[in-house]
């Protein structure tokens, strides 16, 4: 069956910096998009970026660009989100998302991130 | 890149039907069958429940139906029960940012 475990969450102070990773098993990861939806604290959904099977094509959102780095490797089952000059705006559960064709279809179960003085 | 319009909440009782609307613009809902529907119940990671408008995947109840007409998408819970009381998202492609946005998210409460 489809896993998705993410870990590397934690406090860490305004300015800092961050790496999430995500284990996957149950498919074949490199056949899929994978993505790293936020939700901060009471609040929705946020897509943060995602990255295609092969590596090649990555997109980010607005409030993350250059500043964030989405990255795979294959042959590891893996996904990373590198964070960097964290803000407190960026305080959420963090999942790692496998993409189904234009649907979220596995979700992890989410991995908190704090950013606080 | 705006999200996509819910209302906040929704409620019905036990057996009876109900329907969460989202509403997007020509370049995300109105344009494109990729609206998703997610739920999302306190504490955990959210659910796949509709995908591509209308389709539900292997294991979703028949009570749970998608629709969509012009720029609003439309989620339908037939025979409502206990356990569908969650949070509901909706999400889109967007040929934006070509992204997908998600919807500000409706509570449904079962009374």
């Known amino acids: 069956q489809v896993q998705l475990v993410e870990s590397g969450g934690g406090l860490v102070k305004p300015g800092g910096s961050l790496r999430l990773s995500c284990a996957a098993s149950?498919?074949?990861?490199?056949?899929?998009?994978m993505s790293w939806i936020r939700q901060a604290p009471g609040k929705g959904l946020e897509w943060v970026s995602y990255i295609s099977g092969s590596g090649n094509t990555i997109y980010y959102a607005d409030s993350v660009k250059g500043r964030f780095t989405i990255s795979r490797d294959n042959a590891k089952n893996s996904l990373y989100l590198q964070m960097n000059s964290l803000r407190a705006e960026d305080t959420a559960v963090y999942y790692c998302?496998?993409?189904?064709?234009?649907?979220?279809?596995?979700w992890g179960q989410g991995t908190l991130v704090t950013v606080s003085s | 890149q705006s999200a996509l319009t819910q209302p906040a909440s929704v409620s019905g009782s036990p057996g009876q039907s109900i329907t969460i609307s989202c509403t997007g613009t020509?370049?995300?809902?109105?344009?494109?069958?990729?609206v998703s529907w997610y739920q999302q119940h306190p504490g955990k990671a959210p659910k796949l429940m509709i995908y591509?408008?209308?389709n539900r995947p292997s294991g979703v109840p028949d009570r749970f139906s998608g629709s969509k007409s012009g720029n609003t998408a439309s989620l339908t819970i037939s025979g409502l029960q206990a356990e569908d009381e969650a949070d509901y998202y909706c999400?889109?492609?967007?040929?934006?940012?070509?992204?997908?946005?998600f919807g500000t998210g409706t509570k449904v409460s079962v009374l």
């Open positions: 149950g498919f074949t990861f490199s056949d899929y998009y």
């Open positions: 020509s370049s995300d809902v109105g344009g494109y069958n990729y």
């Open positions: 998302v496998r993409d189904g064709g234009h649907s979220e279809d596995y």
């Open positions: 999400s889109s492609y967007t040929s934006i940012n070509s992204l997908a946005v």
């Open positions: 591509e408008v209308s």
